[in-house]
Nanobody, 124 residues
Framework: QVQLVESGGGLVQPGNSLTLSCAAS????????MGWFRQAPGKDREFVAA????????HYADAVKGRFTISRDNTKNTVYLQMYSVKPGDTAVYYC?????????????????WGQGTQVTVSS
């Protein structure tokens, strides 16, 4: 049984930083693409970032490019999302995701494993 467990969410002031973690189990972690999505109140879930199994290929949504960094530690079966210079528009529930390929993960439709999500609120 695949489990993705996010942590690290919370309340953060605009301009500050926050790091999310996602611990994976029940899958061959170093053979899966990992990524992050988010869903703001009243909006659809949207792609944030993805990282290939060896960390050599990254994709970011335009809204977070240059501010967020995705990384992974295959020895700990964990993927991270470092969020810098956060904005109120970054407020959302952040979901960890796993898939076999980056296009599959970015589509977020089928054959994607999901975590339960962690709330990030950017407010002063």
């Amino acid at each position: 049984q695949v489990q993705l467990v996010e942590s690290g969410g919370g309340l953060v002031q605009p301009g500050n930083s926050l790091t999310l973690s996602c611990a994976a189990s029940g899958l061959t972690f170093n053979r899966h693409v990992m990524g992050w999505f988010r869903q703001a109140p009243g909006k659809d879930r949207e792609f944030v970032a993805a990282l290939s199994w060896n960390g050599g290929n990254t994709h970011y949504a335009d809204a977070v490019k240059g501010r967020f960094t995705i990384s992974r530690d295959n020895t700990k079966n964990t993927v991270y999302l470092q969020m810098y210079s956060v904005k109120p528009g970054d407020t959302a529930v952040y979901y960890c995701a796993a898939a076999v390929t980056i296009p599959q993960l970015e589509a977020g439709i089928s054959d994607v494993y999901w975590g339960q999500g962690t709330q990030v609120t950017v407010s002063s």
